[in-house]
């Protein structure tokens, strides 16, 4: 399988807990994007990598959000000290170019 | 700021009838891409098709076309003769870049729940 890979798939955490996702991007893609998906609502950017460089946070991303991409290869998204309100699909994506970006399948986190 | 407006939260059809979602958008930029995804049970995002700012030409791939008018800035998405396989949440998004620190990203919609009813 050579498209985006996540893991794991889902997550079950207690509050205040802390949690890391893994997002295994297309080999050679150079970009790579972090989303979050709550219920009903499209995927909202969080960040975005060109190689290893951190180019852009969004204001969605908490100073309990930290996000790597050492390398330029995998990168890896945590969360510290959980809340409630941070229940959700991780979606991960890597592209080439602006043409389009891959998705993977998503990390479903619930916080109880 | 850069928005995608997808008007319709759920359309319910009966197989075999057109159905077309709707998709507005806002951007400032010259230069863009629109784009459809598709978003089944699973998960996945599934990329459906992708539309260059500057090529207005319509396109027709099997049961799916999509129309682009940057008069009116809608990325319609037409599905002839619906199949209940069709069912799913299909989402339109936007690219943004900024040259000034070189990022990009792509603004979603909030999606179209599409059910087919067999």
């Known amino acids: 399988d050579t498209g985006v890979s996540q893991d794991p798939r889902h997550k079950i955490t207690k509050r205040g807990q802390n949690v890391t996702f893994r997002c295994d991007p297309i080999s050679e893609h150079n970009r790579l994007y972090w989303y979050r998906q709550t219920l009903g609502q499209g995927p909202e950017f969080l960040t975005y990598f060109q190689n290893e460089a951190q180019l852009e946070k969004s204001r969605l991303l908490s100073d309990r959000f930290s996000a790597e991409r050492p390398k330029g290869s995998f990168s890896t998204l945590e969360i510290q000290r959980t809340e409630q309100g941070d229940s959700a699909m991780y979606l991960c994506?890597?592209?080439?170019?602006?043409?389009?970006?891959?998705f993977g399948q998503g990390t479903r986190l619930t916080v109880v | 700021a850069q928005k995608v407006t997808q008007a319709q939260t759920e359309i319910s059809v009966v197989e075999k009838e057109d159905v077309t979602l709707d998709c507005v958008y806002e951007?400032?930029?010259?230069?863009?891409?629109l784009f459809w995804y598709k978003q089944p049970p699973s998960g996945e995002l599934v990329f459906l098709i992708r539309?260059?700012?500057?090529?207005?030409q319509n396109e027709i791939s099997g049961r799916y076309s999509w129309n682009f008018q940057k008069s009116t800035s809608s990325f319609n998405f037409t599905i002839t003769a619906s199949q209940v396989v069709d069912s799913a949440v299909y989402f339109c998004a936007l690219s943004e870049a900024k040259a000034t620190s070189g990022t990009y990203k792509y603004i979603f919609g909030t999606g179209t729940r599409l059910k087919v009813l067999a």
């Open positions: 951007t400032r930029d010259t230069t863009y891409y």
């Open positions: 994506a890597s592209s080439w170019d602006e043409r389009q970006a891959f």
């Open positions: 539309r260059n700012s500057f090529d207005e």
